[in-house]
């Protein structure tokens, strides 16, 4: 048993350790989501949140978004922590507002945001660690369970004016680690309570939306007749306005949100790839969404595909090919290319910086 001297010395020392790691994203010129969802809900118009795992993938978010005067989410998600390292990640989103402000915006808006957190434990350490914003996925759990570790999460990252995304509703589809069957809409009846009682900054709610490159099964779909492509089924904008209707001018998130463009699912089976009836969300109705509440609008696989398709399209047109920076530099640009076309004609966030 510690005499209560030596355990103060300890707390001490404990508290000295966690001063000397801990850090705030203030300092790393980050910024929280609060003021530019504001701005977005009233403006009509979403932030992007554009997953990031490797430079190319991040020179391309912050040139597309610097250069057209966007705010912009950079999400890291488990499987990224467990790519790239959190320590890195950390300091390349703080190297990211040093490379926006060298390409002209004086005063970036760059969030850096956990997605998909999976415990609090995980939530607390990017707190810590630099985060601006974390999200606390308890959609899996029973409804009360879900409410008290959001709750948790919203208590302790609001002592550090860190924003926190919770979610209520389940997206079918896999990304990294988040595997779901089938998807359960979220209950407008519960938007209110869920809200109210955890503190929440934003909610992530189940339309119809789902995570991957392979959003819906073909008998979900129609076909096309005249290109016999698949016709993924509509969002529930019913949901989406109850939800509204519900709660008032508070940000909504949609996850799994990319369109799969069909030039890069072509691109990438003309040239040896293997991607049959790859389907998303049409961007006529993420730009519908973009206009109501829905002010943060996840986008990741879209950003694979490009890559990809630029990869593979190197390869095949240049087999002798092996400078990782002829072939990641194409694939860097084809990303940028699409994340602009995403900031401006799909979510209307370009010249919305403060
Ligand atoms: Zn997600």
């Not at 008290?148 to 550090?160: G, I």
């Not at 900054?201 to 096309?224: M, N, V």
């Not at 072939?327 to 860097?332: D, I, K, Q, S, V």
């Amino acid at each position: 048993m510690l005499n209560l001297q030596s355990q103060r010395f300890l707390d001490r020392l404990f508290f000295k350790y966690n001063k000397i790691m801990a850090v705030s994203y203030k300092d790393l010129g980050l910024v929280n989501t609060r003021e530019m969802f504001k701005r977005a809900i009233n403006g009509g118009y979403a932030i992007p949140a554009f997953n990031f795992n490797n430079m190319e993938q991040l020179q391309a978010i912050i040139k597309a978004s610097s250069e057209l005067k966007s705010p912009v989410i950079l999400q890291v998600s488990k499987g990224a922590r467990n790519y790239a390292n959190q320590t890195l990640l950390r300091y390349m989103a703080q190297g990211a507002v040093e490379y926006a402000k060298e390409l002209g915006c004086a005063r970036p808006e760059i969030v850096l945001h956990l997605d998909h957190g999976d415990s609090f434990e995980i939530c607390k350490s990017c707190v810590d660690f630099g985060f601006s914003s974390v999200m606390i996925d308890g959609s899996a759990l029973p409804y009360e369970e879900n409410i008290a570790l959001t709750k948790k999460v919203v208590d302790y990252a609001h002592q550090f004016d860190v924003s926190v995304e919770g979610e209520l509703g389940v997206l079918a589809g896999v990304e990294d680690d988040v595997v779901a069957e089938v998807s359960h809409y979220t209950k407008p009846e519960e938007v209110i309570d869920f809200a109210t009682r955890t503190g929440v900054d934003s909610l992530a709610i189940s339309i119809g939306t789902s995570h991957g490159a392979y959003k819906f099964k073909p008998e979900q779909c129609t076909r096309d007749p005249k290109t016999g492509k698949l016709v993924p089924p509509p969002l529930a904008f019913d949901v989406l306005d109850a939800v509204m209707d519900k709660l008032p001018g508070f940000p909504i998130v949609l996850h799994g949100s990319s369109s799969v463009p069909q030039e890069y699912v072509d691109m990438i089976n003309e040239n040896g790839g293997k991607l049959p009836d790859a389907v998303g969300i049409p961007e006529e109705q993420l730009r519908k969404a973009s206009k109501s509440a829905v002010c943060k609008i996840n986008i990741d696989s879209d950003s694979r595909l490009a890559f990809t398709a630029a990869v593979r399209k190197v390869f095949a047109d240049k087999p002798g090919e092996f400078d990782p920076r002829k072939f990641c530099g194409p694939a860097r640009d084809e990303m940028e290319k699409m994340y602009k076309h995403k900031i401006v004609d799909v979510l209307a966030s370009d010249n919305k910086l403060a």
